[in-house]
């Protein structure tokens, strides 16, 4: 577990998972925590092999195109478990589903049946932010294990040769999941800078200003979705050291972009989003 960095309880879930694996496992924590990483690394020891990828008798569903798993995929997985396997291991085969959240219904019943009665020597890895986006009958046949952040002083002990401004930036626009801090640093580039320049720029305008920005950004989505999670992160960092004054301030955005990001979520209007929120703040 040394390639990964983690915080010390993910660790010894992780290594309890890997001494007594289980058929049936799910891996929850947000975005960019590095979930996809964990569950590879729990699937490479279970198996004493140095690629996922490379294994002949590993399967690895993701959403395509952020589109929701369709039954048809998951109905792959039968004959994937009739394979003969020469191997003798105690767990022999590896399905990880990555966004578990994106199962359509249908697929999840198609799964169940897996999940209920699996190959003994299978393991089922499924990766998940939502975790209430599973039906229960699924949950109650998987163990769980949460995923939390290492502490920022670990993190940034881990990029020794990053100059500090460019880790320090990367380090708040991540929220210190390592998963999205290592996508940050290597790529300067990255959606999520522009997004910290604007949702800067909204923080310090005037509401007059706010509302001028509303029609160009409800024209891109992703930077829209990309500027709200970056104000969380702001509000977030800010709230634990500012004045009461200010402290409360941060809670009414923390707050209103909590309030954005469900309703995008949930394919609310995003003009009708926008200007909600920078009415709000």
């Known amino acids: 577990m040394t390639q990964l960095l983690l915080h010390p309880s993910s660790k010894n879930s992780i290594a309890k998972i890997i001494e007594r694996p289980p058929h049936g496992l799910l891996i929850v924590g947000p975005n960019g925590i590095g979930k996809m990483s964990i569950a590879s690394l729990i699937a490479e020891t279970i198996l004493g092999i140095k690629d996922i990828r490379q294994y002949p008798y590993a399967n690895v569903i993701s959403p395509k195109n952020d589109k929701m798993i369709s039954v048809e995929e998951v109905r792959t997985l039968d004959n994937f478990f009739k394979l003969k396997i020469k191997r003798s291991n105690a767990i022999n085969r590896v399905v990880i589903i990555e966004y578990a959240n994106k199962l359509s219904i249908p697929a999840q019943n198609a799964l169940l049946k897996n999940l209920e009665e699996p190959p003994s020597d299978a393991l089922i890895i499924m990766t998940t932010d939502e975790k209430q986006s599973l039906l229960p009958t699924i949950l109650s046949r998987l163990q769980t294990i949460h995923i ?52 800067r720029q909204i923080i310090s305008s005037s509401q007059y200003e706010r509302l001028l ?43 209103a972009c909590y309030e954005a990001e469900d309703e995008l979520k949930r394919n609310g209007q995003i003009k009708l989003v926008l200007l909600k929120l920078m009415l709000s703040l």
């Not at 670990?154 to 990053?162: G, Q, S």
């Not at 009461?244 to 301030?249: G, I, L, N, V, Y």
């Open 213 to 255: 920005l509303v029609d160009s950004l409800s024209k891109d989505k992703q930077l829209t979705v990309n500027v709200i999670h970056i104000m969380l992160q702001m509000a977030d960092i800010s709230i634990k050291d500012v004045t009461s004054k200010t402290a409360a301030r941060w809670r009414s955005i923390l707050n």
């Open 148 to 199: 939390n952040k290492p502490n920022t002083h670990d993190l940034k002990a881990n990029y020794p040769d990053i100059e500090d401004k460019l880790l320090n930036t990367a380090v708040a626009i991540s929220g210190g999941k390592p998963g999205l801090l290592t996508t940050l640093i290597s790529d300067p580039g990255h959606p999520l800078f522009e997004a910290t320049k604007v949702a």
